[in-house]
Each structure stands twice: as C-alpha cells, then as structure tokens.
Nanobody, 126 residues
Framework: QVQLVESGGGLVQAGDSLRLSCAAS????????MGWFRQAPGKEREFVAG????????IYADSVEGRFIISRDNAKNTVYLQMNSLKPEDTAVYYC???????????????????WGQGTQVTVSS
C-alpha cells in the first residue's frame, strides 16, 4: 500500500513557474513508475508526465513538453513536477499516481495506475 500526498499548488500568473511535490509513504517507492495527471473543470483527467523507477526515463504530454519537468528522489520518496512558462490552460487539479505493476513501461493511461493522491489545485491567471 502506498499513500501519496501532493503539495505546492497555488495561484500564479501566466509565464510564472511552480513546483509540485508528491510525497509517498512505503518502503517500495523506488519500485513504482510515477505519473502526474491533471483534471480541469468539466474535462477528463489527462496524463501530464511519467517517470521510470530510477528516473532515467521520462515521457510528457505534447501540451507540456519543453515546459514541464518530472523528476524523483527515491531517497526522499518524492516525485516532483517543475512547471515553467505556465499558461491559463494549465489550470487544473494536479494528481500524482503510482503504478506498481508495469516493468520498464511508463503508461499514459490513468486506469493503469494503482494509487492516487488527493490532488493539488493549480490556477494560472492571464
């Protein structure tokens, strides 16, 4: 069992940066592929970024490629999402998620993640 707690959300202006953190409980954090998702009002939850066990591989949604950076510190049981050049369309609740099943694959599908945090609100004003 893994518990995930996100933090770092807030209200920023377009062009600003923000760093989200996701702290995980449990001793096997390093065995999980980790992902960030987001959900805007009235929209489906969408994949944002994912990172492999050791952090050597990352994937991103096209909408954030080049602006967002996912990273992890397995010694601290924490995954991060550095968000730069924020846009109003980035406004959403951001969730981190853990996938304990797949080996060597980072999935973009939300239903394939096993554990979820409660989410943190990010609001970008124009």
């Amino acid at each position: 069992q893994v518990q995930l707690v996100e933090s770092g959300g807030g209200l920023v202006q377009a062009g600003d940066s923000l760093r989200l953190s996701c702290a995980a409980s449990g001793r096997t954090f390093s065995n999980y592929v980790m992902g960030w998702f987001r959900q805007a009002p009235g929209k489906e939850r969408e994949f944002v970024a994912g990172i492999s066990w050791g952090g050597s591989r990352t994937i991103y949604a096209d909408s954030v490629e080049g602006r967002f950076i996912i990273s992890r510190d397995n010694a601290k049981n924490t995954v991060y999402l550095q968000m730069n050049s924020l846009k109003p369309e980035d406004t959403a609740v951001y969730y981190c998620a853990a996938d304990r099943h797949r080996v060597g694959v980072i999935t973009r599908l939300s239903h394939e993640y096993d554990y979820w945090g409660q989410g943190t609100q990010v609001t970008v004003s124009s």
